[in-house]
């Protein structure tokens, strides 16, 4: 067992060198959210991103009626008062990582979770085709910050192709000065940083008009974008 344990460690290393990633990084996964706890996996700050990200979509117009898609929902930071704001099954939430939608559902409560019928969805590929449903609303709240360039696009391609028409999707991103050298993959724990005419540029590039909104009092200084189908 202690030679298949430094076997699987050596071998996380030298993926990671390989990446670009730092070495000290926590475990992705199932290793890393029984580490550190479902709440820290996703970045903390539970109550105060969690009603940040709701306020901000409720003052730029959702309403109970319309569909949103909440990608890297993880465990509901946000998503619990998405559920309770919007119409029985207007929830569409997707994350890659199965125990973190359990936390979600647990921190949910089985009447809400019942009453309220939202789609959750385990997916590492963005496979949104899978909803029931195309939204009119998207938010991406502390994903494009995890992720590669092409994973980042990736997930811009394939929102645009289920997105409503008129559809809006709002994401954050750590703004860098100039082009930077990000690892070259994503990591759920890891810092990734793109220039706002980088932004611009993904979106545009698979059929979006995007525009910068900047600051929006994140605590971590994350900037925004919006992306309009």
């Known amino acids: 067992m202690r030679f298949a344990e430094q076997a699987v460690s050596t071998l996380r290393s030298l993926w990671r060198r390989t990446a670009g990633l730092p070495q000290d990084l926590p475990p992705e996964g199932e290793a890393g959210i029984k580490t550190l706890g479902p709440k820290e996996y996703v970045g903390g700050l539970w109550e105060e991103i969690g009603e940040l990200q709701f306020r901000f979509l409720v003052d730029q117009g959702l309403r109970p009626e319309h569909v949103l898609l909440d990608i890297g929902c993880g465990c509901l930071r946000g998503g619990i008062r998405f559920i309770r704001y919007l119409e029985p099954g207007h929830y569409l939430g997707i994350d890659k990582e199965p125990l973190l939608l359990e936390a979600g559902k647990r921190e949910l409560g089985a009447d809400l979770l019942?009453?309220?019928?939202?789609?959750?969805?385990?997916?590492?590929?963005?496979?949104?085709?899978?909803?029931?449903?195309?939204?009119?609303?998207?938010?991406?709240?502390?994903?494009?910050?995890?992720l590669c360039r092409r994973d980042l696009e990736r997930c811009l391609a394939r929102l645009r192709r289920v997105m409503a028409p008129g559809g809006v999707f709002y994401a954050t991103f750590f703004e860098a000065a100039s082009p930077s050298q990000n690892p070259r993959a994503s990591h759920s724990l890891g810092y990734f940083a793109y220039t706002r005419q980088e932004m611009e540029e993904f979106g545009s590039r698979h059929g979006w008009n995007p525009r910068y909104i900047g600051e929006w009092n994140h605590p971590r200084n994350q900037r925004l974008m919006l992306f309009r189908a």
Do not use: D, I, Y
């Open 114 to 146: 019942q009453e309220k019928r939202p789609e959750l969805l385990t997916s590492g590929s963005f496979a949104f085709h899978r909803f029931s449903q195309r939204p009119g609303w998207a938010l991406a709240q502390s994903v494009f910050t995890h």
